[in-house]
């Protein structure tokens, strides 16, 4: 398959050192699957460093048409998160004009949400590894497919939580448990939810009596080795478990 070119729609950001582009795939065939990835490339991008202009990013956006008048949960745009940095590839992104095509690969991964609904599902997401599963539980919202979900959410502070309100929100719409946690010290004292790393305590507190569910974690490689090790510690075979490793995510 051929890869594609959309013009950028816009970009803001939408957490402390966080933000969000948005491509325009009206009129195309692009099609993908929740929680997929693809590379995104910058062609003839005017700034150029020995990283160059290629980034792996998974979609954050939810094919599904749905009901919104929301502009940023169109299905006709592709939504991709990163944290900000100083790459060129990064910079460009910021200081391109709107309009200017990107060019995206195919989707691909299998990260992906179980086409049975029997089994909870349980996210395990470090900070921009969030993104895949932002797809699927919008997607899950959209299409009230009945999936039960609870998302474990670690980020350093509260302001680098991306879509927490829109989680909560949509914890009212579905059978969504949402569990955020931050790990600084110095948080704000209004946090109402967790607090630390997770561990086998903040799992078991929150998963009491959840049986046979399929784990999904996402996060920087020592985040999702951490997970892993808590979850094959507790008992849970690989079988149970999918792993997506977010590497060189500053760059």
Known sequence: ??????????REEIASGTFAIWLDTRGSDFIFKPGQWVDLTLVNAPLRD?????????????????NTRDLRHQRDQLMFVMRSGKSAFKRNLWEI???????ISPATGSFVLPSSIERPIVFFAGGIGITPMKSMIEWIVREQTGHRVYLFYSNRTPGE????????????????HIIP???DIGFD????????????????????????????IAGPPSFTL????????MGI??????????SGYLN
């Open 161 to 176: 939580s991306a879509f927490l309100d829109e989680f909560l929100g949509w914890s009212k719409k579905i059978h969504l």
């Open 237 to 246: 075979t690989d079988d149970a478990i999918r792993t997506e490793e977010f």
């Open 181 to 183: 946690t931050v790990t």
């Open 189 to 216: 004292p209004s946090w109402k939810h967790e607090r630390g790393r997770i561990d086998r305590v903040m799992i078991e507190r929150h998963l009491k009596g959840v049986n046979d569910a399929l784990y999904y």
């Open 1 to 10: 398959m051929n890869d594609y070119h959309f013009p950028l729609m816009r």
């Open 97 to 103: 004009s709107l309009g200017t095509p990107i060019q």
């Open 50 to 66: 020995e990283l160059g202009n290629t980034r792996t990013f998974s979609i954050a956006s939810s094919p599904s048409l749905g």
């Open 226 to 233: 951490s997970i892993w090790q808590l979850l094959y510690g």
